[in-house]
């Protein structure tokens, strides 16, 4: 079946402008994440979606930072006024949330390149 | 989450098995084993996980301790396109809280060479 897909794969942008990043989540799971990853960096959660509950947004980094998501389905995560730091590769995973192990499984990222 | 510990690469043949182990000697009783990978400039790639008992699918075979301080994740017959970035992470079930943010360590990158 369909995996977790994510567009743009690749987006650069100039300093300033906003970028919106989209993810499809597999379809039925009902939990959904997305993380980054910067050059040479480990996994740096940024927010979690589940169902109709209020979305756990601690990781997001600044205000800047914001997502959405439609029901159990499509996520937007939307960058705001770009700096250079947000440079790195935006990764989106879901999740079924039905088993006590809930695996998560991974898009295949979109790297933003912020100039 | 119990912390890991990967050996930083490893080699293998074309061919050959790869094992790779990974110590999480502070795990706790409700806490999974989990492996995933990551090829370069992909996603991370589940692989497999396991509570106690040895597991297998399509991908590896996952082979834990009695203890459950160690285990090896095998890769019956490397190719090259098993060459990855290997990631040993322990985590609790969804029992609530905040344990569904996922963390990496560094990993084992393993070359699998012709």
């Known amino acids: 079946g369909a995996g977790v897909s994510q567009s743009p794969s690749n987006k650069v942008t100039e300093k300033g402008k906003d970028v919106e990043l989209r993810c499809d989540p597999i379809?039925?799971?009902?939990?959904l994440y997305w993380y980054r990853q910067s050059l040479g960096q480990g996994l740096e959660f940024l927010i979690y979606?589940?169902?109709?509950?209020?979305?756990?947004k601690s990781g997001l980094p600044s205000d800047r930072f914001s997502a959405e998501r439609t029901g159990e389905s499509v996520s937007t995560l939307t960058i705001q006024r770009t700096q250079q730091e947000d440079s790195a590769v935006y990764l989106c995973?879901?999740?079924?949330?039905?088993?006590?192990?809930?695996?998560?499984?991974f898009g295949p990222g979109t790297r933003l390149t912020v100039l | 989450d119990a912390k890991t510990t990967q050996p930083p690469s490893m080699d293998c043949a074309e061919g050959r098995a790869a094992n790779l182990p990974c110590n999480h000697s502070?795990?706790?009783?409700?806490?999974?084993v989990y492996w995933y990978r990551q090829i370069h400039s992909q996603g991370p790639q589940y692989i497999i996980h396991?509570?106690?008992n040895n597991e297998t699918n399509e991908m590896a075979s996952l082979i834990i301790t009695e203890d459950r301080k160690s285990s090896t994740l095998i890769l019956p017959h490397a190719t090259l396109r098993d060459t990855a970035v290997y990631y040993c992470?322990?985590?609790?079930?969804?029992?609530?809280?905040?344990?569904?943010?996922?963390?990496f360590g560094k990993g084992t990158l393993l070359t699998v060479n012709p």
């Open positions: 379809s039925g799971h009902t939990a």
């Open positions: 396991g509570l106690k």
């Open positions: 995973a879901s999740s079924l949330q039905v088993s006590s192990t809930d695996t998560q499984y």
């Open positions: 502070t795990i706790s009783g409700n806490e999974y």
């Open positions: 979606f589940q169902g109709n509950s209020a979305p756990d």
């Open positions: 992470i322990v985590r609790v079930g969804r029992s609530g809280g905040s344990n569904y943010k996922l963390t």
